[in-house]
């Protein structure tokens, strides 16, 4: 959830019961200040003591890029386990554009944002970004149990919505 943001943005569509995860006591410390009356956590998204089918849908943002490809795989592991039956997983990525297109295609694309997001995704330090952006998404999601619903390009981000599979009887 980091500084809580997009928790106090979920809360505000009318979800009821909304729970901010991280793992940085500062950011949950300034989250609770920020939005008060919101619950937040402090954990891991690969390994959380909330029980099974706990939610009815899960927001990540801008979370995959930073994991190494082992705890990322865990994590969406724990995210079906968390999951109630059809529950949908929500993604916020930033978009593979701006890390494998030349500039100036950037530039005919997306003007001045193309050339200022290839260039901050080249100068910030990212060590897992290039396996996040490496990663085919569906068979990914599908081997986990979920299925691909949405893959929508909001550059400079990437937005992914999948929905928890049934499990076959």
């Known amino acids: ?4 943001r997009s ?12 729970i901010g995860l991280d793992a940085s006591p500062y950011l949950l410390r300034h989250a609770s200040s ?27 943002c801008f979370l995959f890029h930073e ?6 795989d865990a994590a969406l592991t ?3 386990r968390l999951l109630s039956h059809d529950g ?8 593979r554009e701006q890390y494998s297109e030349r ?24 060590p897992f970004a290039r396996s996040w952006h490496e990663c085919e998404v569906a068979p990914w999601l599908q081997h986990a149990g979920f299925e691909l619903l949405e893959e929508r390009l909001l550059f400079p981000s990437r ?11």
């Open 88 to 95: 949908l997983l929500v993604i916020l990525e930033p978009a």
């Open 78 to 80: 724990e995210f079906n």
């Open 67 to 72: 994991l190494p490809r082992q705890s990322a």
């Open 7 to 18: 928790t106090a943005a979920i809360s505000a569509e009318g979800v009821t019961r909304v």
């Open 34 to 60: 920020q939005f008060p009356i919101h619950e937040f956590v402090q954990g891991l998204a690969e390994s959380t003591e909330f029980p099974d089918a706990s939610f009815d849908g899960i927001s990540c």
């Open 103 to 126: 500039p100036l295609s950037l530039l005919r694309r997306f003007g001045w944002q193309g050339l200022y997001f290839s260039w901050l995704a080249h100068f910030v330090h990212e």
């Open 1 to 4: 959830c980091g500084a809580g």
């Open 159 to 169: 937005l992914l919505v999948a929905r928890r599979r049934r499990a076959s009887s």
